[in-house]
DNA sequence: TCCAATACTTAGGACTACAGCA
DNA sequence: TGCTGTAGTCCTAAGTATTGGA
């Protein structure tokens, strides 16, 4: 196993002749042999029993089993045996490897890293560059200046013309001056930026006509930081870090309205970091002159640094990237509590039309909130604290001015819409057609209830999680989106594709699939900045095609009746050539055209959030082996990473 | 039971490198 | 070879869910 896997990495090493960088990569992720082969192993295991739900305990029963069984046997057998069999137990390694999966909450045995990669400390501006109050030139001091270039650098986005933006970075900035400057700049309308703004924009055109001497210079930089500070050792596994960069100090934006908009955002210290790693690791070392606020050593986390971020006062951490196990093996189980749900959402479907007609309130509310989550995809929706953040909603937290009741809308019975801001202030809209009880308990819900009332003022999320606990082990709201986004790629592909349609119609297929999940789930995008002249673009380049085609077409004609005529091999040849070169272009006319259609389809629809973090993978891996799609057309590199163990694992009969 | 703190997943937009084209 | 559009990557905000203590 472990060769078939040493030649599926150098097949890639020969196909990335990019870039040493991927090749590093690679090669590092190949010499820990644990990497690799303990996601194998699991895979394996998945492939033998896939209607299991705890495969990870089921595991470690039959590698004990097997274990304990070898060793009777080599008890029996006499020492020379030993030696022969020793190759096999070998095999094994890997099998105990995942044999420590911790109880209690433990995540980790070992963790090892090099603490976080700071922010680049400020560079004063030279001295031509400017900042005028009032007309008048002014010299600032330099935290001053450093919040000031902040503003500077925003300028053209709109969000510095609102209201609340000036509002909340003026009284930061001010915080940051020194007594002097305090009492001379009380207008931030009177402020002259200009100067910066262009220097800025100045230096961003410097760096993008650097020499290639200069940028590869940068980027081996970079390399040798991410070498350095990307990666960690996690019980014998070297794992690559997310986010090892400690985010850099500037003006917050919020998403959508919110109320803390152009605060300042604090350089974070040393003095502010919580380094966690194992007692017996090399401890990260603080930058000269500088003290950690504290290392501590609780494995029942799996973040490795931590900070307490100003603007909420929340805590901000580093963790590991996608392809590490432990972020890998979360996934896992996700997709396996989504699928646990498809055995039972049946009931659980018919106990909430049950509850529906029930005499309490508390009970239909949660009834009818539990069908919207199911049937629309609705997240959770926590409480949140008013006046500290935009205000959206989700399912729970639904208030009556965002829906409206109609008996009748367009042909239909009981129509209910949903106008309301969800989560980053993302619009959700959408008429739905609802049975007639269900309508019936919205009117009863709405009764004397002001707009900004709750729609459910008897339901929350705990208490609507903690009865889905009660329903199915393990089972919260969110699960519901999961499975039913799943569930829906797989039967949209299972209608949309036929293994006679060539690659590109079966990727067009898999992205509508895809799109039917991405809009179920309302993941929206702003239309690209270039989408009306790229669509342009394409369509002069269909055309374009399209008269290709034409003469092409002419041509074989009248090489066909050229070859009537002549009735000579090199006259039939040239029919053969011309019928090909028509092939060819109504090929690259038809690529073009899938080209346009999957574009406008995509306009204000965001697939990757579905695809990254809905879609059991395995549905999309055993769609590429049984329809012969490379897994490349639907995954890139990174994606492959992320979902090694679901590549490795899917035969092409895989069912979510 | 409520609330705050904590840990972790999910999310869209900005930036950038590079593929593909003329 | 130079230009341009876009896919991929980075960034960090904004959710969900759990926990523990009052």
Redesign the pocket.
Known sequence: DSHKHKDKYKDKEHKHK??KKDKEREKSKYSNRYDVTVIHAYGRHIGADSSSSDLFGDMVQITNALVLALCTAVLVACVGMLVYILPSLCFFIPFRWEEERYTDGV?WKFLEHKGPVFAPPYEPLPSNVKFYYDGKYMKLSPGAEEVATFFAKMLDHEYTTKDVFRKNFFKDWRKEMTSEEKSKLTDLNKCDFSEMSEYFKAQ?EA?KAMTKEE?LKIKMENERILQEYGFCVMDNHKERI??F?I??P?L?????D?PKMGML?RRIRPEDIIINCSKDSKHPKPPPGTKWKEVRH?NK???LV?WT?N?????K?I?LNPSSRI?GE??WQ?YEMARRLKKCVDRIRAQYREDWKSKEMRIRQRAVALYFIDKLAL????E?EEGE??D?V?CCSLRVEHLTLHQEMDGQEYVVEFDFL?????RYYNKVPVEKRVFKNLQLFMEDKEPEDDLFDRLN??IL?KHL?ELMD?L????FR?YNASITLQQQLNELTTSEDNVPAKILSYNRANRAVAIL??????P?K??E??MQ??QT?IDAKKEQLADAKRELKSAKADAKVRRDEKSKKAVESKKKAVQRIEEQLMKLEVQATD?EENKQI?L???KL??LDPRISVAWCKKLGVPIEKIY???QREKFAWAIDMAEKDYEF
């Not at 997240?379 to 926590?382: I, S």
């Open positions: 990019d870039h995540k961003s760096r940028k997310a986010n960069r985010e850099p500037g917050f934006r919020g998403r959508g919110h955002k609780d986390v799996t973040w931590s971020e603007i909420q006062g929340s805590i951490y963790m972020k979360k996934d996700k997240r959770a929706g926590n949140k953040t935009a959206t989700g969800g989560k980053d202030s993302i999320t705990s999680n606990q393990g919260t709201a969110k699960v999961t789930c309302n993941h929206q995008r702003a690209p270039t989408f002249k790229s673009n394409l380049k574009r965001a990757g959030t579905s973090n809905y890139n590199k990174t």
